[in-house]
């Protein structure tokens, strides 16, 4: 059997106001000649479909207009969906039927009481496989899994989950199948990008270890993570990472797909081979200058001397400036030196310089920055920065409240 593995489409994004779709639409049409020229059986998509949780009806139809496309151009393909942190369980369950019908499975939700719903039984023109296709997990959906001696633990119940679903596939693969796992959370070690994913700090934890997957997994297949990397240095635990870039500290991604197989020998042990798909990349990423700041002067020439004709679609462009540079006209001066230029701006990042720090304290070049902090570390540095509370540790009770209200708003982020 041959799977491919993608995840993090984000369809609808709006990428500092500019819409995508051009470029979704281009992944889309790679990945159709990508399915046939591999003869891929299944695909997995490992959660965050679209960028919220009320996408437009066109990132809507992004996604139903591929699957049957898909389903046009490989009659045997199957596709597999789970719901990620972006996506409302309820709005993706909700295309559930209409996608059936295209022979693809959608999870959307874990149900303690019905773990079974998220395993998966495949047979694809006489290859089998068996998914554990969990979705993000939310706090509520595994409060009744989380308890421990020492108080509720998100990483407990996402452990119990897994092992609830997990011990329902191994019954039912009695015929030795590829056993694959799908997940979408943050696995110990993997690499975050800087301003596109937000730490999932649930009870203040954020990252699951990759044991929860258990060890019979053929291949693991997972989402959230926007750069594509091994987990646990393991060659068949992996993101897949986002088809296209989602911010500029994505610029320098390679994006791929992964295209997995599974051989069986006569004594039906399974190998798995994994060969990663470079995405092409139809819009450019770029922020000018490409190093450290530069006057507003020698800004201006670099944009105006910035070449635009080798590209195809137009390039997302952003500069950057020191703060210390007082000219009062360099919104006005930047404009000038784009007018012409086939790009779509993204704005200019006021650069505060860093020579007056002594110490290990950290510094934001971009107040977006601040936005992607673990609340918990904001609330250690209020706590160090005010000369009331300074020495002072934060109480647990202080510490047990924002987790609760972190905990409460990432669910209605699901509604």
Not at 410 to 415: A, D, F, G, N, R
Request: glycine residues 4%; proline residues 4%.
């Amino acid at each position: 059997m041959k799977v491919l593995h993608t995840s993090d489409w984000h369809l609808g994004q709006q990428f500092y106001e500019h819409d995508r779709r051009e470029e979704h639409t281009a992944f889309f049409t790679w990945l159709l000649t990508t399915l046939k020229e591999q003869q891929i059986d299944l695909l997995l998509v490992a959660g965050d479909i679209y960028h919220t949780a009320t996408p437009s009806a066109s990132a809507e139809n992004q996604l139903y207009q591929f699957i049957k496309d898909a389903k046009k151009c490989c009659p045997q393909l199957h596709v597999v969906i789970i719901a990620g942190n972006h996506d409302s369980a309820n709005r993706i369950l909700a295309a559930q039927p209409l996608l059936a019908q295209f022979d693809t499975h959608v999870v959307g939700r874990f149900d303690i009481n019905t773990p079974s719903n998220t395993v998966i039984e495949l047979n694809i023109n006489n290859k089998r496989a068996v998914v554990v296709a969990m979705p993000f997990l939310r706090s509520s959906d595994i409060s009744s899994l989380s308890q421990t001696k020492n108080g509720p633990s998100y990483a407990q119940g996402v452990a119990n989950a897994y092992e609830l679903a997990l011990d329902h596939a191994y019954k039912i693969n009695e015929q030795n199948s590829p056993l694959i796992v799908m997940g979408h959370l943050h696995a110990k070690g993997g690499d975050i990008s800087s301003d596109s994913e937000r730490n999932l700090v649930i009870g203040g934890e954020e990252s699951i270890s990759a044991n929860v997957f258990g060890n019979k997994a053929n291949y693991v297949a997972l989402g959230h993570l926007h750069k594509a990397q091994q987990v646990a240095k393991n060659e068949t635990i992996r993101y897949s990472g986002t088809p296209i870039p989602m911010s500029f500290s994505e610029r320098n991604y390679t994006h791929q797909v992964n295209v997995i197989e599974f051989k069986s020998d006569e004594k039906q042990t399974i190998s798995t081979t994994v060969n990663p798909l470079y995405i092409p990349r139809s819009a450019d990423v770029i922020i000018l200058p490409k190093g450290e700041c530069v006057p507003l002067s020698d800004l201006c020439e670099q944009i105006k001397n910035f070449d635009t004709a080798q590209n195809t679609v137009a390039p997302y462009l952003r500069v950057k400036l020191k703060s210390s540079d007082t000219d009062t006209t360099f919104r006005e001066q930047i404009e000038l030196a784009l007018e012409g230029k086939n790009v779509k701006f993204c704005g200019i990042e006021r650069v505060r310089e860093q020579t007056t720090q002594t110490n290990n304290d950290p510094v934001f070049e971009d107040l977006s920055e601040i936005e992607m902090l673990n609340p918990q570390n904001l609330l250690e540095q209020a706590f160090a920065n005010d000369k009331d509370m300074a020495g002072q540790s934060v109480p647990d009770e202080l510490k047990a409240l924002l987790n609760n209200v972190i905990s409460e708003l990432t669910e209605q982020e699901q509604l």
